[in-house]
């Protein structure tokens, strides 16, 4: 384990696996930086670092919470590989790549399946997961918050088998504001400049499926790879088809 210190002191742990063009790998939502360890073992033409974001795992966390402050967190993070980083994001992960890309100006980017509610769900206004997970804390029950975010926000019908059950229930607390940032982005947001990987899975939820569909329409280099039989965990559970896009991509 390595670490970083972010602009406002906070202490960033990280992994570093492998060597050759750096990757700097943001998970989603409600997991940490192991969600990155097969792929790291699969991939032979690059150094993939790893970090446990702000509030979780081995990394600190600084009140009151800003998007902002993960964007410096990234920024420290670009800064402690030796040249620029291809930014590689999960989920709520790609939402923070996409930010920070201008502050970061990375070699190229790769997106699995970032969640854009607002221009692929028409309820998107009616219901807030940010509401319902938060109020679930303020209860005390973050068990009942994770259930809520993983089962609505993903499709899964249960978490127990998860590698991350029930360790994410630790950091449950992070889960309403990574939400709020969620139905607060705008797709226009995202960067167009950058040469960019885009990645979904066949079996993940439509709507994750439709952002990927509409990011592509928007960003004129890009490289789309649909991975077969596999779901918005692709990550985690096919690291060999996420290594081969990689590598065929930026490699």
Do not use: K
């Not at 060597?19 to 150094?47: D, I, K, N, Y």
């Not at 670009?78 to 980083?85: H, Q, S, T």
């Amino acid at each position: 384990m390595e670490t970083v210190t972010a602009a406002d002191g906070t202490t960033i742990a990280y992994d570093r696996f492998g060597e050759g063009r750096p990757l700097v790998c943001l998970h989603g939502t409600g997991v940490r930086r192991t969600m990155w360890a097969l792929l790291g073992q699969q991939l032979s033409e690059f150094s993939l670092l790893a970090p446990d974001r702000r509030g979780r795992g081995d990394s600190t966390d600084t009140d009151p919470y800003h998007f902002e402050r993960e964007i410096e967190d990234v920024q420290a993070l670009a800064a402690a590989c030796e040249e620029d980083p291809i930014l590689v994001g999960s989920s709520f992960g790609g939402l923070l790549a996409m930010a920070a890309a201008d502050a970061v100006d990375p070699a190229g980017l790769a997106l699995y399946e970032p969640p854009l509610p607002r221009a692929t769900l028409e309820e998107a206004s009616e219901r807030s997961l940010a509401t319902e997970t938060a109020a679930h804390i303020d209860a005390g029950d973050p068990e009942a918050a994770a259930r809520t975010f993983f089962t609505e926000a993903t499709g899964a019908e249960s978490v127990e088998h998860w590698p991350i059950w029930p360790e994410c229930v630790e950091f449950a607390h992070t889960i309403p504001r990574e939400c709020r940032t969620v139905e607060n982005f705008e797709i226009a947001d995202a960067p167009t400049e950058f040469e960019t990987l885009l990645l979904t899975g066949t079996e993940s939820p439509q709507y994750l499926q439709d952002g990927i569909d509409q990011l592509a329409t928007r960003i004129p280099d890009h490289t789309l790879a649909t991975l077969a039989g596999v779901g918005h965990a692709g990550v985690a559970t096919a690291p060999d088809q996420v290594a081969d896009a990689l590598e065929s991509t930026f490699a």
